[in-house]
T-cell receptor
Framework: EDQVTQSPEALRLQEGESSSLNCSYT??????LFWYRQDPGKGPEFLFT???AGEEKEKERLKATLTKKESFLHITAPKPEDSATYLC?????????????FGKGTKLSVKP | NAGVTQTPKFQVLKTGQSMTLQCAQD?????MSWYRQDPGMGLRLIHY???????DQGEVPNGYNVSRSTTEDFPLRLLSAAPSQTSVYFC?????????????FGSGTRLTVV
């Protein structure tokens, strides 16, 4: 069964304290790994797509990396506005068309 | 350009009542889908559509119906609401079913069934 596991469930950082969020996955054949950001009371907002091991994507203070078994979302010198829940999702070749399998998310809090 | 618009934002239903959650997008996206989000669980796919007139089931379709008569609209119908359907529902769209799936999500409908 395809699974996506995110850790930690919650992470508290001080402003400027860099850290990483983990997303481990098991799929029959990876067709893409996705990172989304979700603010309270809002829908998820797309951040990155990664397709193959070794691939990296960056956006402002965020950097996503991918290996054969997991992805990391690195947050460098975070600011309070980076506080949100970060969702990881995968798409595999065996699943329903367009179906993304989501993890439960990591809730990030950045204190000034 | 409004993106994906969901209505209503909040709804309380009694067990057994029916209702329709509305979803509309103005980006001419072919691919649309409905997800539900429950505490302690990831988003789960209910139904999806790859274009007008074409729909299919996702991971958790029981108790829900959909139709896609136009490219813009993709309503989700609850035929006989049950407390287990209490959740936050998100509609999402993508230009098509091909990669990448950079979903544009609506802001959600919070449904409570009592």
């Amino acid at each position: 069964e395809d699974q996506v596991t995110q850790s930690p469930e919650a992470l508290r950082l001080q402003e400027g304290e860099s850290s990483s969020l983990n997303c481990s996955y098991t799929v029959s054949g990876l067709r893409g790994l996705f990172w989304y950001r979700q603010d309270p009371g809002k829908g998820p907002e797309f951040l990155f797509t990664l397709y193959s091991a070794g691939e990296e994507k960056e956006k402002e203070r965020l950097k996503a990396t991918l290996t054969k078994k997991e992805s990391f979302l690195h947050i460098t010198a975070p600011k309070p506005e980076d506080s949100a829940t970060y969702l990881c999702a995968v798409r595999d070749y065996g699943g329903s068309q367009g179906n993304l399998i989501f993890g439960k998310g990591t809730k990030l809090s950045v204190k000034p | 350009n409004a993106g994906v618009t969901q209505t209503p934002k909040f709804q309380v239903l009694k067990t057994g009542q029916s209702m329709t959650l509305q979803c509309a997008q103005d980006m001419n996206h072919e691919y649309m889908s409905w997800y539900r989000q429950d505490p302690g669980m990831g988003l789960r796919l209910i139904h999806y559509s790859v274009g007008a007139g074409i729909t299919d089931q996702g991971e958790v379709p029981n108790g829900y119906n959909v139709s896609r008569s136009t490219t813009e609209d993709f309503p989700l119908r609850l035929l006989s609401a049950a407390p287990s359907q209490t959740s936050v529902y998100f509609c999402a769209s993508n230009p098509n079913e091909a990669d990448p799936i950079r979903y544009t999500f609506g802001s959600g409908t919070r449904l409570t069934v009592v």
